[in-house]
């Protein structure tokens, strides 16, 4: 019959799986919030670039239309009136949508799916019931176990 190791030996080899545990989950979330941030970057400059194009071309494209008002028999700043208020109106329904569009925005979820699914395996070995409001499924909607 082989030998069983002490408990010594066991509770050493539990503390260094945790902690290998630890160091991955904290790897994980290290990656997904390094590849989310390259995301908002590139993201963003794209976006700058086309916001400043747009911008410009909107500029003449509303100086056009308001000068075009003035020659169907309008007076000029009665021109420049209409333009403004479609500017106003255009920023209101962006605005809304925006709101609206930000509701959706998710943090870490892969990597907070895996910490409360570490979570909850560990207090299952443990014996401890899960913490309050702690779910059987993630985020993502995959069960834990």
Known sequence: MAERPGIGVLVSHVVRDAKALLAAQVSLTKAEVRHAGQE????????LIAVAGV???MLFGL???AFGLAEL???VWAGFLCVMGLLLLTAV?????AKVRSGKIT????????????TNAVSHAMGVPP????????????GTN
């Open 63 to 65: 100086i056009a239309l």
């Open 107 to 118: 943090g870490l979820s892969v990597a907070q799916a895996e910490w409360q699914e570490t």
């Open 73 to 75: 028999g309008m007076p």
């Open 40 to 47: 908002v970057a590139v993201v963003s400059i794209a976006g």
């Open 131 to 142: 913490a309050p409001g702690a779910s059987g499924s993630d985020p993502a909607g995959r």
């Open 55 to 57: 911008s410009m071309a």
């Open 93 to 97: 329904i962006a605005g809304i949508v």
